[in-house]
Nanobody
């Protein structure tokens, strides 16, 4: 019913930058919040950043000052600008969204993208 597709991952050297995008499609009434998680092998998913439709934003302490989350509500898209990347940022980055597919609050569901690989070399 709702699909999230990430893009923008890749391989960069330490100190480099990447910009991730995640576009939601399907039957969408509203999306609030949208967020980015990351998961390394053998680890649980970690919240990287989250943003509401009113631009309330939270960041993980490990990325504050380096990453910036933003969203384009007209395009149902969330972005993650990642600067000053470190090897410890290496992970699969996964987009998440809490979506209403109808006017009723009972239609709210949590959706996940398939993830995009970010690899930062030393």
């Amino acid at each position: 019913q709702v699909q999230l597709v990430e893009s923008g991952g890749g391989l960069v050297q330490a100190g480099g930058s990447l910009r991730l995008s995640c576009e939601a499609s399907g039957s969408i009434f509203s999306i609030d919040p949208m967020d980015w998680y990351r998961q390394a092998p053998g680890k649980q998913r970690e919240l990287v950043a989250s943003i509401t439709s009113s631009n309330n934003i939270v960041y993980a302490d490990s990325v504050k000052g380096r990453f910036t989350i933003s969203r384009d509500n007209a395009k149902n898209t969330v972005y993650l600008q990642m600067n000053s990347l470190k090897p410890e940022d290496t992970a699969v980055y996964v987009c998440g969204a809490t979506v209403r597919t109808a006017i009723t609050w009972q239609s709210i569901r949590r959706y996940w993208g398939q993830g995009t690989q970010v690899t930062v070399s030393s």
